[in-house]
């Protein structure tokens, strides 16, 4: 046995010295897509951006298996100016970005209205693509679409959570073990080609993607877009064309890195083999509870990352969109639910006393009355919620008093050196308040308007929760949160990032071929990213690195157009200024 192991071992290390180095480039043929049946819908024109959903028919391969026919499609949001070109070959440039976590394609509608309108600033017509996940096809948009046709939120909240029929059916339920087996085939894999499949489809000119195209990532998209770079689409390590680095111009991560190997793994033979061997061999593991549903496909009843929760939050942002100040009927209209309880209350609670006692019982958030518009910001707000993957700088609390949060930290904690930039990941840097009078009806105060709110400031809040309720309450074709998340996709990342090079990620066939590229790295200002993940792994010697100021995390890509302080948008405006400098370069 001992010689087998040895053999197995030695074959793994000497297939990891072939990762370090990239092909030399060879007179290959050029890449051709397999994607066909072109639709594109328009969606919304308005502010001299036009916005359309371009899906292409691409279909699964996974006999046995049943699932909406809309799962046989790929798609994106496209973003352009009014008056700018049909072809998108003939655009300027083409920003290409994949969503951070569980995020649909439309989170990003501000910061790509925001980059395009930015751009045209410059004398340039780019567009700007969110791809949607594949996972997408399976979003719950029924209840939505309803709602935005009467103009009712609860006509959404009752078919979800109530008996409420539309077109004479009730609410199916959530979707929960076998049927989401198709999850199984979105995974990493099924992410990049669907991406590679757009961009050929679309830019069907190689030289024009060379040219023109340039990848992006908020988030986890970052993550993604570094694997994307490096990876070998014909299984051909000989030939590059159709390698994801040749399909871009440049890279650009925002609040995040694009990396197939962060920590170097593949520079070292003896590392990457062993790296390969025992991060490959756990991930099989992993692979067989996903595919037998011992192991969940989704988060699904998980607390505060579970189904039900984003499904809450997309309602919460449908309700602040349809009747912004009308009192809150949300949570009358939903039943009491252990595991949405669970969320509530830890996203809500301000100390652990209350948490612990409140963690059996109905969440403290239920006892006191908002508007549709203070709910939405109390469950998403930097100075609200309980947690930074949420929080955005939405504006502040108004309408009755408030009392500082403790839970699960202070605010002031994460002024602590050093270890204040990891307690950061918990709840975010600034100081959070609950509501203290349950006879008031609290309100909320937007972005523009907190210069007299002592908790916080002007130059830090930045998002308009009004264009937040509208992107939130979208419906048709995919919503702000994928719906159904696949895990399959984390595991994935996962034994990438963790060496493995086995299986389908054996097309993962160099390292580090993004930072050939033109760079582009913007971290948000107060975000834990830059002090946590971009200290230990720093962005490209070549980069241009750029800060935005007093942006959370999901800032990044939801800021408003203009800021406090009268200018444009930074993350839209440095994105653009980035493709600016790459269409000179040309």
């Known amino acids: 046995m001992s010689h087998l192991i040895r053999a197995a071992t030695i074959s793994v290390v000497a297939a990891a010295l072939a990762l370090g180095t990239a092909p030399v480039a060879q007179a290959d043929p050029a890449p051709a897509t397999t994607a066909f049946d072109r639709q594109e819908t328009l969606v919304r024109s308005s502010g001299g951006i036009e916005v359309s959903y371009v899906s292409l028919a691409l279909p699964l391969s996974v006999p046995g298996v049943a699932y909406p026919a809309s799962c046989d499609r790929v798609g994106y949001w496209r973003y352009r100016p009014a008056d700018g070109a049909e072809n998108s070959s003939d655009a300027d440039a083409v920003v290409v970005q994949q969503q951070g976590l569980g995020a649909g394609a439309v989170h990003s509608e501000p910061v790509a209205r925001n980059t395009v309108l930015s751009a045209l600033n410059q004398g340039n017509h780019i567009e700007f693509w969110s791809l949607a996940r594949r996972a997408s096809c399976l979003d719950e948009t029924v209840g939505f679409d309803e709602a935005l046709r009467t103009g009712n939120y609860l006509d959404a909240v009752d078919y979800y ?13 959530l979707r929960t073990g076998e ?111 996903l595919s037998n549903g011992v192991i969940p496909r989704t988060f699904g009843e998980a607390p505060v990352l579970g189904t039900k929760t984003f499904l809450l939050l997309r309602l919460a942002g449908l309700a602040a969109h349809l009747d912004p100040d009308g009192e809150s009927q949300l949570l009358q209209h939903i039943p009491l639910d252990a595991g949405l309880e669970l969320s509530l209350n830890f996203l809500f609670a301000r100390s652990a006393v209350e948490f ?49 949060k403790t839970f699960p930290i202070s605010g002031s904690a994460t002024q602590v050196p050093i270890l204040g930039s990891f307690l950061e990941l918990a709840a975010g840097k600034q100081t959070r308040v609950a509501p203290t009078d349950p006879n008031a009806l609290y309100t909320w105060r937007d972005y523009r308007d907190v210069r007299d709110v002592p908790y916080t400031s002007p130059d830090h809040e930045v998002t308009d929760i009004t264009k937040l309720a509208e992107v939130l309450s979208t419906g048709s074709p995919n919503g702000y949160w994928e719906t159904y998340f696949p895990l399959e996709l984390l595991k994935d990342l996962g034994g990438a990032y963790g060496g493995s090079r086995m299986g389908e990620l054996s097309h993962l066939a160099t390292a580090g071929m993004s930072r050939t590229k033109p760079n582009l790295v913007v971290f948000a200002g107060d975000s834990p990213v830059r002090k946590s ?24 890509i939801g800021a408003a157009e203009i800021q406090n302080d009268g200018k444009r948008d930074y993350s839209g405006h440095y994105l653009a200024e980035f493709v600016s400098r790459q269409i000179d370069a040309n």
């Open 533 to 556: 993940a971009g200290t230990f792994f720093p962005a490209p010697s070549l980069a241009v690195e750029r800060l935005l100021p007093g942006y959370t995390h999901a800032d990044t």
């Open 356 to 404: 612990a006692s409140d963690i059996v019982g109905p969440a403290g958030i239920r006892d006191y009355r908002f508007t549709n518009e203070a709910m939405l910001g109390m469950l998403l707000d930097n100075n609200s919620v309980n947690f930074s993957l949420f929080q955005m700088s939405l504006g502040a609390l108004g309408g009755g008093p408030v009392e500082e």
């Open 161 to 173: 959570f109530g008996d409420k029929q539309i077109d004479g059916r009730g609410f199916p339920g």
């Open 179 to 289: 049927n989401l087996r198709v999850l199984d085939a979105m995974g990493l894999p099924r992410v990049v080609r669907d991406q590679y499949e757009v961009m050929l489809h679309e830019l069907p000119d190689q030289k024009v993607r060379q040219s023109k195209a340039i990848c992006t990532g908020i988030s986890l998209g970052g993550l993604m877009t570094g694997l994307f770079s490096d990876w070998d689409f014909d299984g051909n390590p000989a030939t590059t064309a159709d390698a994801g680095y040749n399909q871009c111009q440049s890279f650009a991560a925002q609040d995040s890195m694009i990396s197939s190997d962060p920590a170097a793994l593949q520079n070292t033979p003896v590392l990457a083999g062993l790296t390969n061997l025992v991060t490959g061999s756990a991930a099989a593991v992993l692979d067989a509870g």
